[in-house]
């Protein structure tokens, strides 16, 4: 546009409140994702096993039900902590492929072409840029875990009653901590993994492996040496151990014992705190690593 015609006026309409400036991200990248008739299909396959949690916490509670399979409450599987448990680690496992199929090119499609610019040229920070990225699937992957299944408590809070619900709130906390710490987890690592590779199958495979591969080095290290502190470098056994913390189920003593030298030695798990610990530390390493990557530009020497 020539500048003698002044016909340039600035922008009259409304402006996004700057707090919800980085929901653009997700906005878009949700019209994207949703195109794959696949990926649409995989991620309602997801929410079967929460039908399935709710036909079980129903036929506690229906007696023509039971009696048309010919059953007790009792023969039922109790409605307890370790039932939420179970279905928090299962919709956890789901919500791994997911994270695996969205999460690698999410960072790493805007570093392969030069698209930082366009986003950070505008009133647009880079934290904003890292929590829009990271709220893709920090928003699909929490409608999936921690709120159907507080749904679910609630479900079977209002067919036992108050008295339930007042002696069992704890479970809820349970399990939202442990949904949302682990999406969390899996959010800042495959942004990290997206930062630093910018090739999507390269960085899908880096995400897998980093996964699987330090379970197996640590459970080779388990068997060595007769411990259980190889777990600290496992990502599923830390989480587990976490996510058996927050449900109370979590035993540090797993009474397997092992012969060393005629002695009998008792395999103890590694301390709560441990594991806390090192999650924390993976998910400063995430962000350092973010911090470092998303730039305006970047030198290359």
């Not at 880079?126 to 699909?140: D, F």
Request: aromatic share 16%; charged share 15%; net charge positive.
């Amino acid at each position: 546009m020539a500048v003698y015609e002044h016909t340039y006026r600035r922008y009259a309409g409304n402006l996004t409140p700057e707090w919800s400036r980085f929901l653009i991200i997700p906005r878009h990248a949700f019209r994207d994702v949703f195109k794959s008739k696949l990926f649409t299909a995989f991620f309602v396959v997801c929410f079967l096993p929460l039908l399935v949690e709710a036909i079980l916490i129903y036929l506690h509670h229906n007696a023509n039900a039971l009696g048309i399979f010919k059953a007790t409450a009792k023969d039922l599987i109790p409605i307890d902590a370790t039932f939420f448990q179970f279905f928090v680690n299962l919709q956890g496992g789901f919500a791994f492929f997911v994270a695996l199929l969205l999460g690698p090119p999410l960072v790493s499609r805007d570093l392969r072409n030069n698209a930082l610019p366009l986003y950070l040229c505008r009133p647009f920070s880079r934290t904003e840029y890292v929590m829009g990225k990271m709220s893709v699937l920090l928003i699909l992957l929490s409608a999936m875990t921690w709120i159907p299944q507080l749904l679910l408590f609630f479900f079977e809070a209002s067919l036992e009653g108050g008295r339930w619900f007042l002696d069992n709130m704890w479970m809820a906390s349970a399990i939202f901590i442990s949904s949302f710490f682990w999406i969390l987890l899996l959010a800042l690592l495959s942004q990290a993994i997206s930062a630093l590779v910018k090739w999507r199958v390269v960085a899908s495979a880096a995400l897998l492996g980093l996964f699987f591969i330090p379970s197996i080095f640590g459970e080779f290290i388990n068997q060595i040496f007769m411990t259980r502190w190889g777990n600290l470098i496992s990502l599923g056994a830390l989480t587990k151990n976490v996510t058996a913390g927050l449900f109370g189920t979590f035993v540090r003593t797993t009474g397997h014992i092992e012969m060393i030298g005629g002695t009998e030695v008792m395999m103890n798990e590694p301390p709560l705190w441990c594991s806390w610990a090192v999650l924390f530390f993976i998910c400063a390493i995430c962000l350092a690593l973010l911090s470092n990557r998303v730039k305006a530009y970047e030198v290359i020497r």
